[in-house]
């Protein structure tokens, strides 16, 4: 039996599916791709391109770094999460578990979860010493 609902009950279901993903979406990884945990004001799906997009608030905390950006989004492959990426104006950083840690900002920043790589671009960064660097980009690896 197949029922013909109108165009705005699907509406309606729409709207509500986004209203309860509006409320702050929590969200903790932890397997043989990394380990992660992401905070957000809402979550965006999109299972055709195997990405799962944050905004609002958005922050994570992989490798002891503390990214914070108007969104992050986790890109999959092979089902299992590969890269997270932070955009937002600026994006925000914190490393405090090394003995030379470091807070700073980037227009972009992408890390690769496998290889444990973090790249800035368009950086300023300063550790606890007060010693600063800036640049256009930058690649780091975190020791596992």
Do not use: H, W
């Amino acid at each position: 039996m197949s029922a013909n609902l109108p165009s705005s009950y699907f509406a309606k279901f729409s709207a509500a599916v986004l209203l309860l993903l509006s409320f702050t979406t929590s969200y903790s990884q932890d397997d043989a791709a990394g380990s992660y945990a992401v905070d957000a004001d809402q979550v965006l799906i999109d299972e055709t391109n195997g990405t799962i997009t944050y905004a609002g608030n958005a922050r994570v905390v992989v490798a002891n770094l503390v990214i914070q950006a108007d969104s992050i989004s986790i890109v999959n492959q092979n089902g299992l999460p590969a890269k997270i990426t932070a955009s937002g104006d600026p994006i925000r950083l914190q490393e405090q578990v090394r003995k030379t840690s470091f807070n700073g900002t980037a227009r972009q920043v992408t890390f690769l979860l496998a290889e444990l790589k973090l790249t800035l671009i368009d950086y300023s960064i300063t550790d606890q010493a007060g010693n600063s660097m800036k640049g256009k980009k930058a690649s780091f690896v975190f020791a596992p």
